[in-house]
Nanobody, 121 residues
Framework: QVQLVESGGGLVQAGGSLRLSCAAS????????MGWFRQTPGKEREFVAYISGSTYYADSVKGRFTISRDNAKNTLYLQMNSLKPEDTAVYRC?????????????????WGQGTQVTVSS
């Protein structure tokens, strides 16, 4: 069982930056594929990025967002730069066991509750 808790969301102006964190419980954090997804009301959860031995990004965030992890601290990060109003969403981290399907919500076993990111124009 893995518990995930996100933090770092908030209100920022367009062009600004935020860093999200996802703190994980358990002693096997390093073995998990970790991902970030986002969701707005009325829309499906959208893939943002995942990290395993390598990283993979959605085209909409490539070049602006950076996913990273600190296995010693059991923490996942998402550095978000050059934010746009369309990045406004609830951001959730997730843990899965394989990179197969890691761009889809079904590829993950555990989810955090989410943190709100709001980008004003």
């Amino acid at each position: 069982q893995v518990q995930l808790v996100e933090s770092g969301g908030g209100l920022v102006q367009a062009g600004g930056s935020l860093r999200l964190s996802c703190a994980a419980s358990g002693r096997t954090f390093s073995s998990y594929v970790m991902g970030w997804f986002r969701q707005t009301p009325g829309k499906e959860r959208e893939f943002v990025a995942y990290i395993s031995g390598s990283t993979y990004y959605a085209d909409s965030v490539k070049g602006r967002f950076t996913i990273s992890r600190d296995n010693a601290k059991n923490t996942l990060y998402l550095q978000m730069n050059s934010l746009k109003p369309e990045d406004t969403a609830v951001y959730r981290c997730a843990a899965g066991r394989t990179t197969t399907g890691a761009r889809d919500t079904g590829g993950y076993n555990y989810w955090g509750q989410g943190t709100q990111v709001t980008v004003s124009s």
